[in-house]
């Protein structure tokens, strides 16, 4: 594979090797052997014939690539913990009006989640990868309606 355009041969050899994944668990593997604490400072590599995948093609491979484990694990747990606030948020507040909104955060993480393992979505032209963006906003700040719980 080079810059995402396959050689006939190179397609022809993945038909005959049954390859499902169109290349991509030999990109994976790549990126998993660059893993490092710090990242790197270029978004791909090269392979050991000279070809450059333009991308990780997994959003996940990709930001643990370009930041470091760190990063990557902390982009996980803020994943988990984005999907679980829009599950308890839904579970919570039943009112018809909110629960469709709650149920939307829930529906579109759990998209960006299943996308990112398969392409790198993190620009505005994968509606997934825009969407979630939206939708973490109203995760991170308490809505108020002007009365205070008193106990």
Do not use: C
């Not at 990709?62 to 994943?79: M, N, R, W, Y």
């Amino acid at each position: 594979i080079r810059d995402n355009v396959m050689v006939a041969s190179e397609a022809q050899s993945m038909e005959e090797s049954h390859d499902v994944s169109n290349g991509r668990f030999t990109i994976f593997q790549e990126y998993i052997k660059e893993w490092n604490l710090t990242g790197h400072e270029k978004m791909t590599f090269q392979f050991p014939d000279g070809s450059t995948p333009a991308h990780a093609h997994n959003s996940f491979l990709q930001v643990i690539h370009d930041h470091g484990l760190i990063t990557g694990i902390l982009f996980v747990v803020f994943g988990v913990i984005s999907f679980f606030l829009s599950v308890w948020k839904y579970s919570t507040k039943k009112q018809e009006k909110e629960e469709f909104y709650n149920a939307l955060g829930i529906a579109v993480i759990f998209a960006f989640a299943l996308a990112g393992m398969v392409e790198w979505i993190f620009h505005f032209a994968n509606p997934v990868g825009f969407s979630v963006f939206i939708v973490i906003v109203p995760l991170l700040f308490q809505q108020y309606d002007g009365e205070k719980n008193e106990k």
